[in-house]
């Protein structure tokens, strides 16, 4: 099978949260320059892997390849709206050699559950967009072990990923990203 890169993509408040307590995308974290961004990125992948909410939650007006996380899956089903994995019935080796047997590029914006599943499989790059200034009160974390005392950049250090220079996106919010890369790769 030829090279499958993985790359994740989120943008956090400075309490590291992708999403508010109801597990929506509050208006601090919408920017056009990160979504102009992601949207670039998204157009250089072969597929989106994504988790069965966030997937109802965002249209996909460009037809994308789809791969959507859910327990109801049998394991790996071909549906209208994409490919439905569930990794509980089915390896990630073997799905991705169905949906991508020429190897590409997977694009991974979320949500949570999907972020801690692939720290485990392995990110290529992590693209980590940074609304700086702001908190969301009781909001999701983009992984599940962000805390107090644990920051996103401390679980992507510990996931052998190095980081490339901090480059600003929109220096009116100021929105920043950082691409982490994997150690074991040039970047």
Known sequence: ????????????????CIADA????????RNDADWAYFQA???????????????????NPKGRLR????????????????????????????????ILPEGGRVAVPGGRQVFDLFLGIGYDAFHLTRA???VIPNGVPVFSGCGDDTRAEAILSTHGLRPNPRQILDPVGPVSLTIWRNGRQDS
């Open 1 to 16: 099978m030829s090279k499958v890169e993985i790359h994740g993509y989120a943008i956090v408040s400075d309490n590291d």
């Open 22 to 29: 109801s597990g929506l995308t509050p208006d601090v974290l």
């Open 41 to 59: 990125e998204l157009n250089k992948s072969a597929v989106t892997v994504l988790g069965r909410l966030g997937h109802e939650a965002n249209p």
């Open 67 to 98: 791969m959507i996380l859910s327990s109801s899956s049998t394991g790996l089903e071909r549906r209208m709206d994409g490919w439905w994995w569930s990794p509980e019935r089915m390896s990630w080796a073997d799905a991705i050699r169905t």
């Open 132 to 134: 700086e200034g702001t």
